[in-house]
Antibody
Framework: EVQLVESGGGLVQPGGSLRLSCAAS????????MHWVRQAPGKGLVWVSR????????TYADSVKGRFTVSRDNAKNTLYLQMNSLRAEDTAVYYC??????????????WGQGALVTVSS | QTVVTQEPSLSVSPGGTVTLTCGLS?????????SSWYQQTPGQAPRTLIY???TRSSGVPDRFSGSILGNKAALTITGAQAEDESDYYC??????????FGGGTKLTVL
């Protein structure tokens, strides 16, 4: 069974940093691309970033570019999201999501349950 | 900034048919945008319904279908059921490793 479990969320002050982890199991993590997607309270889904299977290509939404860094450790089956210079508008539930190996890697087939990040003083 | 447009809210009667659309602020949506659709109920993670415009994800009932209607991607629910009351999001692939979600449609079944 495919499982994606996010951790590391919490309360952080504006300007601070936080690192989220996403532990993957039930599939060969090293062969799949992954996304981060976020959702502010009461708002819609927003795409954040995509990383390819070997980490050689990473893309970001303009809203987080230069502040967020995505990485992965295929030996540990774990995806990471390092968030720096956090702002109140970064407050959201952050989902890690698996890119399905079909349709030219353009769809998400599995989602984690999400980790809440709250940026507030 | 790319804006992907969806109806903020729609309603459908039980057993009825409803179509949700997904448009672009600057162009027509075609199959090259690989539209996908996701269903989300409050407090839950999204669930994948449709990908690559019209392919149903595993386990999705056949009352859900995807298409291109005019210049937009579309999700049609034929024979809506009470459990279909949810938020629905489309996602478009913009190329160059960039994706964008629509603002979502809140569907009420009443």
């Amino acid at each position: 069974e495919v499982q994606l479990v996010e951790s590391g969320g919490g309360l952080v002050q504006p300007g601070g940093s936080l690192r989220l982890s996403c532990a993957a199991s039930g599939f060969t993590f090293s062969t799949y691309w992954m996304h981060w997607v976020r959702q502010a309270p009461g708002k819609g889904l927003v795409w954040v970033s995509r990383i390819v299977s070997d980490g050689s290509s990473i893309t970001y939404a303009d809203s987080v570019k230069g502040r967020f860094t995505v990485s992965r450790d295929n030996a540990k089956n774990t995806l990471y999201l390092q968030m720096n210079s956090l702002r109140a508008e970064d407050t959201a539930v952050y989902y890690c999501a698996r890119v399905g190996p079909v349709a030219s890697h353009t769809m998400i087939d599995y989602w984690g349950q999400g980790a809440l990040v709250t940026v507030s003083s | 900034q790319t804006v992907v447009t969806q109806e903020p809210s729609l309603s459908v009667s039980p057993g009825g048919t409803v179509t949700l659309t997904c448009g672009l602020s600057f162009a027509s949506v075609s199959t090259t945008y690989y539209s996908s659709w996701y269903q989300q109920t409050p407090g839950q993670a999204p669930r994948t319904l449709i990908y690559s415009t019209n392919t149903r994800s595993s386990g999705v009932p056949d009352r859900f279908s995807g298409s291109i209607l005019g210049n937009k991607a579309a999700l049609t629910i034929t024979g809506a059921q009470a459990e279909d009351e949810s938020d629905y999001y489309c996602m478009l692939y913009m190329g160059s490793g960039i994706w964008v979600f629509g603002g979502g449609t809140k569907l009420t079944v009443l």
